[in-house]
């Protein structure tokens, strides 16, 4: 029985790295990369520390607009599934790879199973949030990460074919966050070893298409009193490469890490500042605070548990500088490494599609 996988962006490829790994053995997999990230510090570099197989096909679409993007891919995943004719196709998140694979898929009616199914922003501004509404409602297996992501399916009538898994970026982090410790050298090689500091990603269309928040959030990691280093999304370079925006206080802006380095980096950093959904999750479970510069989170089981706080970018240098200097405030937003599962997530995903695809 083949089973398709479909990824498109950095964090597709290293969240369903352990459904790939899991899958292996069981199924015959078909890796399609849309080929929406395509810079080697994006993409190809993880198959590599992830010890992932070489995608069997990519689809090139490459950037442009929301629609172009999710026109490209939605021709190129047909045309494959129409010829591997799958017993089902994955797909893992928000992007527009899996909007793609869920239409291509249910006008198919080939069996689609996403991925971290049920997250809810409930802000429609999002291309995220559109993409994982839809994929939602066509999708026949529903892997759900945690019992709120369940509600949210719930409370939009989606109960047939959903399973609570915990997320697959727990096995991943679990997995990798020691041989970071083993192998990176990112630490020594930024000279920030022994150091507190910051480790920060800013990448959100709702925060670099503002040139004027992105110049508020850069300027107020600058000013913190410890190192921030900021691997940068080439979405966040573009726009500060076109405002000719230079730091020139505490902020290092490096280019996007392997897998391995950015998890040494987080791991051991003081506190996080991100935009990211992945980064939310993994500073939860690496215990490192996290500040959130967006108005609302997917990921609010971190907020509940007290270890991520959403910060506008007028708020962030007062709460920065707060968990910089005060331990026990710091302290306080740790301890809660378990809200997204137990680290066999992709197990659980792949036992399922097994069953429900006629294996025993
Ligand atoms: C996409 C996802 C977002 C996810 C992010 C992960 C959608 C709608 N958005 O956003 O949910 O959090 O990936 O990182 O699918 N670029 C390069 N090289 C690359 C890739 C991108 O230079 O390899 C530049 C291009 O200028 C491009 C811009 O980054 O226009 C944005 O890339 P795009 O793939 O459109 O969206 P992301 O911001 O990466
Ligand atoms: N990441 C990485 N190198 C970096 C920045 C992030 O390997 O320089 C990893 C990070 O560990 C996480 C994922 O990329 O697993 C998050 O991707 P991103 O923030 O691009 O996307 P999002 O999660 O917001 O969709």
Same mark, same amino acid.
Request: proline residues 5%; negative net charge.
């Given at each position: 029985?083949?089973?398709?996988?479909?990824?498109?962006?950095?964090?597709? #490829?290293?969240?369903?790295?352990?459904?790939?790994?899991?899958?292996?053995?069981?199924?015959?997999?078909?890796?399609?990369?849309?080929?929406?990230?395509?810079?080697?510090?994006?993409?190809?570099?993880?198959?590599?520390?992830?010890?992932?197989?070489?995608?069997?096909?990519?689809? @090139?679409?490459?950037?442009?607009?929301?629609?172009?993007?999710?026109?490209?891919?939605?021709?190129?995943? @047909?045309?494959?599934?129409?010829?591997?004719? /799958?017993?089902?196709?994955?797909?893992?998140?928000?992007?527009?790879?899996?909007?793609?694979?869920?239409?291509?898929?249910?006008?198919?009616?080939?069996?689609?199973?996403?991925? =971290?199914?049920?997250?809810?922003?409930?802000?429609?501004?999002?291309?995220?949030?559109?993409?994982?509404?839809?994929?939602?409602?066509?999708?026949?297996?529903?892997?759900?990460?945690?019992?709120?992501?369940?509600?949210?399916? @719930?409370?939009?009538?989606?109960?047939?074919?959903?399973?609570?898994?915990?997320?697959? #970026?727990?096995?991943?982090?679990?997995?990798?966050? /020691?041989?970071?410790?083993?192998?990176?050298?990112?630490?020594?090689?930024?000279?920030?070893? $022994?150091?507190?500091?910051?480790?920060?990603?800013?990448?959100?269309?709702?925060?670099?298409?503002?040139?004027?928040?992105?110049?508020? #959030?850069?300027?107020?990691?600058?000013?913190?009193?410890?190192?921030?280093?900021?691997?940068?999304?080439?979405?966040?370079?573009?726009?500060?490469?076109?405002?000719?925006?230079?730091?020139?206080?505490?902020? @290092?802006?490096?280019?996007?890490?392997?897998?391995?380095?950015?998890?040494?980096?987080?791991?051991?950093?003081?506190?996080?500042?991100?935009?990211?959904?992945? #980064?939310?999750?993994?500073?939860?479970?690496? =215990?490192? /605070?996290?500040?959130?510069?967006? /108005?609302?989170?997917?990921?609010?089981?971190?907020?509940?548990?007290?270890v991520n706080e959403l910060v506008e970018p007028d708020e962030l240098g007062r709460r920065l500088e707060t968990l910089l200097t005060d331990d026990a405030a710091r302290e306080a937003?740790?301890?809660?490494?378990?809200?997204? $599962?137990?680290?066999?997530?992709?197990?659980?995903?792949?036992?399922?599609?097994?069953?429900?695809?006629? $294996?025993?």
């Amino acid at each position: 029985r083949e089973l398709a996988v479909v990824v498109g962006t950095r964090p597709e #490829i290293i969240k369903m790295a352990p459904v790939i790994r899991a899958a292996e053995g069981r199924f015959d997999l078909h890796l399609v990369h849309t080929g929406q990230h395509y810079d080697d510090e994006m993409s190809g570099a993880f198959f590599e520390s992830l010890d992932l197989p070489r995608p069997d096909d990519n689809l @090139e679409i490459g950037s442009g607009s929301q629609a172009e993007q999710t026109a490209s891919g939605l021709v190129g995943v @047909e045309e494959m599934l129409v010829e591997r004719e /799958p017993a089902a196709v994955l797909a893992l998140g928000d992007t527009n790879a899996v909007l793609s694979t869920a239409l291509a898929a249910s006008k198919l009616s080939t069996k689609f199973g996403h991925v =971290e199914a049920g997250l809810r922003s409930f802000d429609r501004t999002m291309p995220e949030e559109v993409n994982r509404v839809v994929a939602d409602h066509v999708a026949d297996f529903s892997f759900a990460p945690t019992a709120k992501a369940i509600e949210h399916l @719930e409370d939009e009538g989606v109960t047939a074919g959903v399973y609570e898994t915990g997320n697959t #970026i727990v096995d991943a982090c679990r997995d990798h966050a /020691p041989l970071a410790a083993e192998r990176s050298s990112v630490l020594a090689d930024l000279g920030i070893a $022994g150091h507190d500091y910051v480790a920060a990603t800013i990448h959100r269309a709702s925060n670099t298409d503002d040139p004027e928040r992105l110049r508020a #959030i850069m300027d107020a990691l600058d000013d913190a009193s410890a190192p921030v280093v900021l691997p940068a999304h080439p979405r966040t370079t573009n726009v500060l490469d076109e405002m000719g925006y230079e730091p020139s206080g505490s902020l @290092e802006l490096v280019e996007p890490l392997d897998y391995l380095d950015f998890l040494q980096l987080l791991n051991n950093a003081r506190v996080a500042v991100t935009d990211s959904g992945g #980064i939310q999750e993994e500073a939860s479970i690496l =215990e490192v /605070p996290c500040l959130t510069v967006r /108005p609302n989170t997917e990921r609010p089981e971190t907020v509940d548990a007290g270890v991520n706080e959403l910060v506008e970018p007028d708020e962030l240098g007062r709460r920065l500088e707060t968990l910089l200097t005060d331990d026990a405030a710091r302290e306080a937003m740790t301890g809660h490494p378990d809200l997204y $599962g137990d680290g066999s997530a992709g197990e659980h995903i792949v036992d399922v599609l097994h069953t429900r695809t006629g $294996g025993e």
